[in-house]
């Protein structure tokens, strides 16, 4: 079992930046890969980015390709998402998740999530 719980959203103006962090439960966050999603007003969630157990590899939307980054500190049982260059689209509620098969990009692969926190870019 890992319980998951993000921090770091607020309202930011568009271009600028925030950091979210996850922070993980249990002694086997280093045997998961993690993941971001973000779910938007009256949208479906959709995949952000996600890292492997390792950090050693990272997947991207293309919607954020280059100006998000995740990471994470398998010491400190957290994963983080630093978000460049925020546009009012990338406002959402933003998910971390868990996934004992290894890294994805779909909601269903996921096995563990977080409660979420608000991200709000304004214009």
């Known amino acids: 079992q890992v319980q998951l719980v993000e921090s770091g959203g607020g309202l930011v103006q568009a271009g600028g930046s925030l950091r979210l962090s996850c922070a993980a439960s249990?002694?086997?966050?280093?045997?998961?890969?993690m993941g971001w999603f973000r779910q938007a007003p009256g949208k479906e969630r959709e995949f952000v980015a996600a890292?492997?157990?390792?950090?050693?590899?990272?997947y991207y939307a293309d919607s954020v390709k280059g100006r998000f980054t995740i990471s994470r500190d398998n010491a400190k049982n957290t994963v983080y998402l630093q978000m460049n260059s925020l546009k009012p689209e990338d406002t959402a509620v933003y998910y971390c998740a868990a996934n004992v098969a290894g890294t994805g990009v779909e909601v269903y692969e996921y096995d563990y999530w977080g409660q979420g926190t608000q991200v709000t870019v304004s214009s």
């Open positions: 249990g002694r086997t966050f280093s045997s998961y890969a």
């Open positions: 890292i492997s157990w390792s950090g050693g590899s990272t």
